[in-house]
């Protein structure tokens, strides 16, 4: 689907919250050498966590990791948290099923998600999209899964220029080898 939106207003969003979600190694990577993901896919086997899949109800990623995410074989990406937006300087000419490429500012656009999520938690996919809604005060909580695996080189969990911000831990659980890590984003 191919929409481009300009503007919704905050007060459209629903109830859920706005959720970093990622997988990271141990040495603070969300994507290897060449962006690759198969060390995710080989650690968090069986879906560990299903209750995060659950509470979602949209993701906002931005072109970059949408792109990345394309090229992972269809079997490897079976999540299904709800419609998936994308913004983006320049939606593609061709429409891609099930996908909203989005070119407003990025308030506006964590809007349009929240609405879709109908009172879900919206998921922020990307280290890039993430930083900027870190920065932005979008964000609710942080949810990282930490996976036993050292890169040592990649796209690393935030951008470099984010600056602080502080967090509350408020869980942490282990399924198999993963350790999932929760966060409140200090506002």
């Known amino acids: 689907m191919r929409r481009v939106v300009t503007g919704m207003s905050d007060t459209d969003a629903g109830l859920g919250k706005v959720v970093v979600n990622r997988a990271m190694s141990l040495d603070g990577f969300i994507a290897g050498p060449d962006n690759a993901m198969d060390w995710i896919i080989e650690c968090m086997k069986g879906d560990p966590f299903p209750e995060v899949m659950q509470a979602t109800g949209a993701m906002l990623a931005g072109r970059g990791t949408h ?14 948290g709800g419609p998936v937006f994308v913004l983006t300087h320049q939606p593609p000419d061709e429409p891609e099923q099930g996908v909203t490429f989005l070119t407003c500012d990025l308030g506006e656009a964590v809007a349009t998600a929240r609405a879709a999520a109908r009172g879900k938690n919206l998921e922020i996919l990307g280290a890039d999209m993430a930083s900027q809604c870190l920065q932005r005060g979008l964000v609710d909580e942080v ?37 999932m890590l929760r966060f409140r984003v200090r506002k």
């Open 67 to 80: 792109e990345v995410a394309k090229r992972m074989p269809d079997e490897d990406t079976n999540y299904d």
């Open 143 to 179: 949810l990282v899964y930490v996976l036993p695996v050292l890169l040592g080189d990649g796209v690393r969990f935030s951008t470099s220029g984010l600056g602080r911000i502080d967090l509350e831990p408020f869980s942490n659980r282990q399924s198999g080898p993963v350790t």
